[in-house]
C-alpha cells in the first residue's frame, strides 16, 4: 500500500514495501525531486538499506562460526512493512525478525522508519531496537535518488554538488568485480568555494565512498549554483551514485552507517568496519533530512 503525507509545500507518497520513499512533489515550483523508478535506468527510488550497506566479500559473511549468504543492501528493502502510525504529516511503518530473516541473518531485530513533513524538509528517521538478549550487529543506511537535472532543465553535466566544506573530498571505490572496497580513500573530488562539479564521468567507476566525515550537508545545484535539494545529516560516511555510464538522470545522495567489506577483509560480523552495535533491549535512533530549496 501507499502512504501520503501532505502539508502546504511537499506532498510526499511513501511504500509500505520497503517502506521505500516513491515521490517528494514541491507544490510551489510544481517539480517532482524523486527518481520515477524506471527500470530502464534503476527500478528503485529510495531503498533502505539494512542489515547491510554495500556488499559483502564474496556475497557472505560469518558469525558465531557459520557462514551466511547475503545479497547487497540486505534485505529490508525487499519485504513488506507495517504501517503503525499515519497522520497528515508523519507516518511510521516497522519489521520484525522473524523465521525468513533468521535463515538468513540470525539475529533479532525490531527495524521502525518514520518520514515526518515539516514546511520544506522531510525528516527520515531510522530506529533499531534489540528485543533479545544476544547483541545485534547491524549496517544502515539511506539510497534516496533525487532528479539531476530537474525539471528537465540543462544536462546532468553542468550542475554541481554543495557542501558543507571548502576542502576536496577524498573517496573510495569499489573494485572492478564489485566484490569490496578497494584500499584506502584515494580518489579526489575537487572541491572550490563548497562547489563541485558533476562531470561527465564522475561515477564511470560506481559510487563514490566518503567517509571519516568529511561532510554533513550535500546539496544538489542547478548550473548556476543554485541549490535546489539538500540532504543534511550526522553519519560517519555517505556515498554519492549514478549507474556506471547509463547517463541515469538522477543521483543518490546516501547517507550511510555502515558500508561495504573491503577486499583485504576476512573477519566475522562483530569486525565489520563503521558496523553497529545493540546491546540486549538497546535502541539505535539516527535520521537525516531531505529540504527542497
Known sequence: MQVVLENEAL????????????????KATDTEYLWN???KFWKRTAPVLFPFVGS??????????KTYSMGQH???RDMEFVVDVQTATEAWFSLQSNEETKAKFPLEFILKIGYELE?????VIWQVENPDMKTLYFSIGGHPAFMCPVNG???QSEYYFKFDADKDLTYGLVADDGRGLMGQQ???????????????HLFDRDALIVENRQASVVSLCTPDKKPYLTVSFDAPLFGLWSPAGKGAPFICIEPW??????????GSLEQREYGNTLQAGGVFRREYTITVE
Open 11 to 26: 506532498k510526499v507518497t511513501i511504500n509500505s514495501f520497503g517502506a521505500e520513499l516513491a515521490s517528494i512533489w514541491g
Open 186 to 200: 584515494k580518489d579526489v573530488l575537487p572541491v572550490r568555494n563548497g562547489y563541485a562539479q558533476i562531470t561527465e
Open 119 to 123: 514546511g520544506k524538509d522531510l525528516k
Open 153 to 155: 532543465k540543462g544536462k
Open 257 to 266: 552507517y555502515g558500508r561495504c567489506d573491503r577486499t583485504t577483509f576476512d
Open 56 to 65: 559483502l566479500k564474496n556475497k557472505e559473511y560469518h558469525y558465531e562460526g
Open 74 to 76: 540486505g534485505f529490508a
Open 37 to 39: 523508478a524506471d527500470a
